[in-house]
């Protein structure tokens, strides 16, 4: 059974479908449990990696690579980093491969099996005192294995609501999916705040840091539920779930909005780890504030950035998603001359920045869906998102420590920047100097 979504928010039976040969039955609900559910999906993503993130600049250098000074411990923990994002187009098309033969339920099972059995084996690992190389090689396999498993889990939520939205509040539906980011990091940071701050050093490293990862079990199984309710919804003109499409023909027809729709919102996954992972490497490995303070302030952040985040969804239908992107790259260079208060005053750069990051990212996702044919636009959402990861958030820890090592901390502030000129150049090009205006834009987003 389908049910389709009328003006008044409220779903409605219409019919029947068949997917595979399993029918599936459809409940009645309103657009705030979907919407509720949807974000619910979103943050056991986001927390799962998020959890791995702070580990990766708080826990690892130590436990898997002691042997080397805490540099270039962290260093060698941020090569590891990028490894589930390389995966994750691996993982997409494995997702596709499944969802063909045994359907979207299926594939959504597959997916939180492999990505929960990866993280919680994670919080699992003997340090490298323990098994010596055998310890960092099994993380790097875990960390691919997260990837695959996130990969794989794709459901064009975003296209499910931008096709349920009414015309003037595309904004607002796609940046629902995007909450889960903030609130996400503000669950896994939570989780960091009190074991950093009631254990002891040594108690936090030797154990503590492992019931982090225990909880994503957890999570993941209401990330099931929740992911199965919306299976059971149909939003789409067509009364049918998303479909995979071929790689191949999709490639060769759709490159175009592919690159454009990977690149143009590269300023805010840019940005995303420059202000979660990255300050709290700097402050371990420079600064001598506690990292307890730190967290803390990205807390608050992370709360200021689900604001902003839900205003990057008005403010998009007001002025339209370029207009917004636009107006981020704008402020970039801005928050880049902020980032040497990291030594002195660290809730100047991290408060900024998170504003900043829930403004950009909000409509990240918002913009890749109504670029492709439809036939193309489930599948073409994900190659896109996971090139957008892949090219704007995958290596920034890495890269950001790496230039504040050789240059000092304000060369870090390069990968911000870089970000950001990709992002005003696509915009510039697609939709010329309009995009960087204030006022409301007349031109479609």
């Not at 015309?167 to 669950?187: D, H, T």
Request: aromatic fraction near 14%; proline fraction near 6%.
């Amino acid at each position: 059974m389908v049910h389709t979504l009328d003006l008044n928010g409220q779903l409605t039976v219409t019919g029947t479908y068949v997917e595979n040969v399993n029918t599936t039955k459809i409940h009645a609900a309103t657009v705030d449990e979907v919407i509720t559910t949807v974000i619910m999906a979103r943050v056991t993503d986001f927390f799962g990696f998020f959890v791995y993130a702070i580990a990766s600049a708080l826990v690892f250098p130590r436990l898997f690579f002691p042997t080397f000074d805490p540099i270039t411990g962290t260093l060698l923990s941020f090569s590891i980093f990028p490894l589930a994002f390389l995966a994750r187009p691996f993982g997409s098309m494995l997702g596709d491969f499944v969802q063909f033969r045994v359907g979207q339920v299926g594939r959504i099972a597959m997916a939180l099996m492999i990505f929960g059995v990866s993280t919680v084996a994670i919080g699992l690992l003997p340090s490298y005192e323990a098994v010596g190389w055998l310890a960092p090689a099994l993380l790097a396999g875990l960390r691919i294995g997260q990837g695959i498993g996130l990969g794989s889990a794709w459901d064009g939520i975003t296209l499910q609501l931008q096709n349920a939205a009414p015309k003037a509040r595309q904004g607002l539906y796609g940046m629902v999916p995007q909450l889960g980011g903030p609130i996400g990091f503000c669950v896994a940071g939570s989780l960091f705040f009190v074991l950093t701050g009631f254990l002891t050093d040594e108690e936090f490293i030797n154990y503590g840091w492992r019931f982090a990862f225990f909880g994503v079990m957890a999570v993941n199984v209401v990330s099931l539920f929740a992911r199965l309710r919306l299976l059971t919804a149909d939003f789409g003109p067509d009364k049918l779930p998303p479909k995979p499409a071929p790689l191949i023909p999709m490639v060769r027809q759709q490159w175009r909005p592919i690159l454009i729709s990977a690149l143009m919102p590269l300023a805010s996954y840019a940005l995303f780890h420059m202000v979660t992972v990255f300050p709290l490497a700097y402050a371990l490995l420079y600064s001598e504030d506690e990292i307890s303070y730190i967290l803390m302030l990205q807390l608050i952040g992370g709360t200021l950035c689900v604001f902003s985040t839900i205003a990057s969804g008005f403010l998009s239908d007001i002025y339209g998603r370029p207009r917004v992107l636009g107006l981020c790259t704008l402020l970039i260079p801005l928050l880049c001359l902020t980032i040497s208060t990291l030594d002195s005053n660290p809730w100047v750069y991290i408060l900024c920045g998170f504003v900043l990051l829930g403004l950009a990212f909000g409509q990240s996702s918002s913009i890749a869906p109504a670029r492709f044919e439809p036939e193309f636009r489930f599948s073409g959402g994900s190659i896109s998102t996971n090139l957008s990861w892949i090219f704007g958030a995958a290596f920034a820890p890495l890269v950001g420590l790496s230039l504040t090592v050789q240059f000092g901390l304000g060369a870090s502030a390069v990968y911000l920047l870089s970000g950001a000129l990709v992002t005003a150049y696509v915009l510039y090009k697609r939709y010329g100097i309009d995009a960087f205006k204030l006022g409301q834009s007349t031109k479609p987003s």
